[in-house]
C-alpha cells in the first residue's frame, strides 16, 4: 500500500516539564496545523496532540496525550509528524498543493515527455519543482509561476511546462 502522508512538521524539542514539545510546522498557514490532531510518525508510531498554539516564534508548541513529563517527550526530539493528505482541505479549481505536484509526467511545449516531478518545495519566494530529466539524466529546476507552467492536469498525472524556464 503507498504513503499517502504527508509531512506537516519537525519536532525540534521538549518544552517545560510537563511533556511539551516544541513542532516547526512545514504547512504555510499554521492555523492548518492546528486543526490536525492524529498525526504519526515517520514509522507510523500514532500520536494524539491534545492542545496546540502558536508561539511567538511561528513555532507550534503542543502536548501529545500519555506524553506528560519531558523525559517521555524527550525520545520525539527530530522526529517528523505526518498526516494523510486526505485530511488536508479540499482546494478550488486550478488550486494545488505542492504535494499534488510530485511525480506528474512533465510534457515541454511541444507535447513530447522530458521528465518527471521529484519535488515541489516553497521556501517563501513562490514554488519551485525539481525535475527529474529524461534526455539529459540530470535534474533541473523550474520556477512554479503561470509563464513557465503552462498546464497541470492532476487527473491524468501531468504538467506541461514552457522548458526555456527550466534551470540546470
Known amino acids: 500500500m503507498p504513503d499517502d502522508r504527508v509531512c506537516i512538521g519537525l519536532i525540534t524539542k521538549p518544552v517545560g516539564i510537563a511533556g511539551d514539545v516544541r513542532i516547526r510546522p512545514y504547512v504555510l498557514a499554521t492555523s492548518l496545523f492546528l486543526k490536525f490532531r492524529e498525526v504519526s510518525l515517520e514509522d507510523f508510531t500514532p500520536l494524539n496532540i491534545i492542545s496546540a498554539r502558536i508561539a511567538a516564534s511561528g513555532d507550534v508548541v503542543s502536548r501529545i496525550a500519555d506524553r506528560c513529563t519531558?523525559?517521555?517527550v524527550e525520545c520525539l526530539r527530530l522526529?517528523?509528524?505526518y498526516v494523510s493528505k486526505d485530511e488536508f482541505?479540499?482546494?478550488?479549481?486550478?488550486?494545488?498543493?505542492l504535494f499534488d505536484l510530485q511525480n506528474l509526467e512533465v510534457?515541454?511545449?511541444?507535447?513530447?515527455c522530458i521528465g518527471r516531478v521529484i519535488l515541489a518545495q516553497d521556501?517563501?519566494?513562490g514554488a519551485?519543482?525539481?525535475i527529474q530529466l529524461f534526455s539529459r539524466k540530470i535534474q533541473a529546476t523550474l520556477p512554479f509561476r503561470k509563464e513557465s507552467v503552462l498546464a497541470v492536469d492532476l487527473a491524468i498525472k501531468q504538467i506541461r511546462v514552457d522548458?526555456?524556464?527550466l534551470i540546470y
Open 89 to 97: 482541505p479540499r482546494l478550488g479549481n486550478g488550486e494545488y498543493y
Open 123 to 125: 521556501f517563501g519566494a
Open 107 to 112: 510534457f515541454g511545449k511541444n507535447g513530447d
Open 128 to 130: 519551485f519543482l525539481e
Open 163 to 165: 522548458e526555456d524556464f
Open 79 to 81: 522526529k517528523r509528524l
Open 70 to 72: 519531558r523525559e517521555s
